[in-house]
């Protein structure tokens, strides 16, 4: 059975009066254990609807399961670099967004044949083991011959080999969360295409690196495996492992009466700041041909902005004067294409320049741009 839970408001005299918010709802219906299932397949809003229920709701007599899907997007973890983890350059011409988690481990992505499931409880309960039990005990329900087992690094794998769900959490002071992906039918050359960067070869970095791992689809495996099906598995199966009954709950995280501050919360999800800035200090070290021009290019990253660029050119090309007012122009900006593009604009239209000069500048910002 699902319960759609709507905004729970009564309105007096045209406004509309909150009566509780979702975590007196919770604790109104006095469960051990309840299972959700988001709403919406907004990979910001999901991820905010996560961090809400961690900060809001009491979990310390209580464990939760909520089950998300999302429409294309790829997700980094929190300590990692995006421009190391995948091919930004293709993901802005396909329109994927990326997201940065509040949670550690790897980078994935995600559509609508990939299930997200996240398991709340108590910090003093938190046993990734016991989550991952309920994953694969649901699908040996649904097809007893199936070969699947979690690894010690906390993974899924099929027929102890191809990776089907990764593992990422968030300890907090008293509760924690751990979150998991499931492959149904995911676009998997699509996968594989975005989570290639097409610059880590020239980035040095102390941030988390992802671990490859060859992937398939359960669907692949049996048609019947499809992600309806394996999501009730799975809510069953952590209904019986935790000792209760009771409905799917639907919510969804556009209620900000029933959440508040989750609009805010998606809101600094999106930021440029979040996503790009809080990536660890980096540098790029590359060799760009330019008009059958070799130039060296150094900068460092810091907070996602350039800290310091340094550029090396033959001077019967550019001058060195010139190299450096430019390399000077782009210290402090942001490290992202639209920013690059504009700054040159700028200064081509600020500094005396021939017509000549000008196209060279803007075709040493093309190089620069390629490794964005």
Known sequence: ?????????????????????????????????????????GIFENLALEDWIHDHVDL???SMLLSWRNSPAVVIGRHQNPWQECNLPLMRRLGIPLARRRSGGGTVFHD?????????????????HRNLKVITSALKALRPDLEVAATDRFDILLNGHYKISGTAAKLGRTSAYHHCTLLCSVDRSVLS?????????????????SVPSPVRNLLDVDPTLDSDTIMNAVASQYSNEFGFDGPVITVDPSHEALMPGIHKMAQDLQMWEWIYGRTPKFSV??????????????????NGAVEQCAMEIPEDWLPSEMVNEFTSALNGSKYCPNEAAVLVAAFTRTVSVTADVAEKIHRLCAGVVSVM
């Open 1 to 41: 059975m699902i319960l759609r839970l709507l905004n729970r408001a009564c309105v007096l005299s045209g406004s509309v009066r909150l009566k509780s918010t979702l975590s007196t709802f919770f604790d109104e219906m006095g469960k051990s254990g309840i299972i959700l299932k988001s709403a919406t397949t």
């Open 193 to 209: 295409s975005v989570l290639k960067s097409n610059t880590s070869e020239v980035i040095k970095s102390n941030a988390t690196p």
């Open 60 to 62: 310390q007599n209580r």
């Open 285 to 302: 070290c590359s060799s760009l041909v330019v008009d059958d021009v070799t130039v060296k290019l150094d900068m460092d990253i810091k």
């Open 112 to 128: 609508f044949g990939n299930i997200n499931m996240t398991f709340f409880i108590s910090k003093k309960k938190y046993d990734r």
